[in-house]
Every structure is written in C-alpha cells, then in structure tokens.
T-cell receptor, first 114, second 117 residues
C-alpha cells in the first residue's frame, strides 16, 4: 500500500524568504502526486499535481514542486513566501487501480513571520 | 471556490444520534469521495462513488454509510455516534473514469465539522 511522509510537522519562515516543504512517498510504481493547502477553517485547495512527464511542475500561488524518482520525493517550493501563505500543507499520493483514493501525509504547518 | 458544496457547515449532536451530511459535486464530475479529518487519524479516505455506484471503501465504520443519487449529489450517514466520531468530514469530486489520472485530481468542499457531545 502506498504511504506518504511529511517529516516536518511545523516550519517557520520569514516573509520574503524561500520555502521548501518535504514529502516522501512509498509506492512500487510511479504514483500520481499532489500538494494541497488548508487554511484555518477551510477546505483543501489543490496547489499542483504530477502525473507524468516534466518532473518540475508549476502550481497556483507561485508554488512549484519537483518529482525525484530516485529519492521518492515530491518537495514543494516557493521562492518568496507571503504572510498569506501561512496554512497547513498536505502532500498526497494516488496509486493506480480502480479505487482512486488519495493517501495523505500528516501535514506541515507553515508559520510566516513578518 | 472549488465548486463542491457541503451542508451543513457545522453540526453538534449527542452520542447515540444519527446525522446526514450532504455533498454536491462540481458540475460534470461523476466521482464523489468522502474523507474524514481528525487530530489523531489525520485525513482518511472513507468511500468513493462513481455515477451512483460504490467503487471503493476505505476505513469506514459499519455505523457509517453513504450513497450517491441520480443527480450525483451524495450523502454520508453516520449513526450511533460516539465521541470519537467528532471530526471534519470532507467531500471531494473529480472527473474522468475510475483508475484514470483525472479521477485522482480531486476538488474538496469546505467540509462539515461534526461535534459529538
């Protein structure tokens, strides 16, 4: 069964600084990979997705992520963080088959200091 | 706004009671998913429907059931509620056919926060 690990529970960065959130997955084949963001009291918003092809994918709000097969990673990056980026970020993996469920990591809470 | 709607936004009820959560998917999406988010379990997949048919089950308790209606809206029924059922319940929807990559691109509603007292 597939699994997702987000090793950082909580990260604090200064506004304007760069950001990298880590995500490692476990799956035998190439999975479908996603990053979602959840603001307090809100639902999950899809930031970006990886299905195949170019390993660097661009998403909304200036985020990007890079798929590295050799490291089983799909890290989320942003060159300059804004205070409004403070939220919880979830990495998710979808594996092939008829059940299109997503398996989520435990999330990384991002705090942005001014 | 994802286009997925859920009602009610909040629900407070007592142990032993039964509640129904409602979800309307994005226009054109045939797949509906239910997820539970709790502090101790994180985000867990409960069940998937595609065009009215159940497609997959996750860690869904026997006290919970769901269905998808001909107009594609879905309801999640939770019965004999326990304190531990307090959580945020999300509905998500996607397009495409089951197993294809599009079905994994899921759009989430705002959730229903259930509090069992």
């Amino acid at each position: 069964a597939q699994s997702v690990t987000q090793p950082d529970i909580h990260i604090t960065v200064s506004e304007g600084a760069s950001l990298e959130l880590r995500c490692n997955y476990s799956y035998g084949a190439t999975p479908y990979l996603f990053w979602y963001v959840q603001s307090p009291g809100q639902g999950l918003q899809l930031l970006l997705k990886y299905f195949s092809g170019d390993t660097l994918v661009q998403g909304i709000k200036g985020f990007e992520a890079e798929f590295k097969r050799s490291q089983s990673s799909f890290n989320l990056r942003k060159p300059s963080v804004h205070w409004s980026d403070a939220a919880e970020y979830f990495c998710a993996v979808g594996a092939g088959g008829t059940a299109s469920k997503l398996t989520f990591g435990t999330g990384t809470r991002l705090q942005v200091t001014l | 706004d994802s286009g997925v709607t859920q009602t009610p936004k909040h629900l407070i009820t007592a142990t032993g009671q039964r509640v129904t959560l409602r979800c309307s998917p994005r226009s054109g999406d045939l797949s509906v998913y239910w997820y539970q988010q709790s502090l101790d379990q994180g985000l867990q997949f409960l069940i998937q429907y595609y065009n009215g048919e159940e497609r997959a089950k996750g860690n869904i308790l026997e006290r919970f059931s769901a269905q998808q209606f001909p107009d594609l809206h879905s309801e999640l029924n939770l019965s004999s509620l326990e304190l531990g059922d307090s959580a945020l319940y999300f509905c998500a929807s996607s397009g495409g056919t089951p197993g294809g990559p599009s079905t994994y691109e899921q759009y989430f509603g705002p959730g229903t926060r259930l509090t069992v007292t």
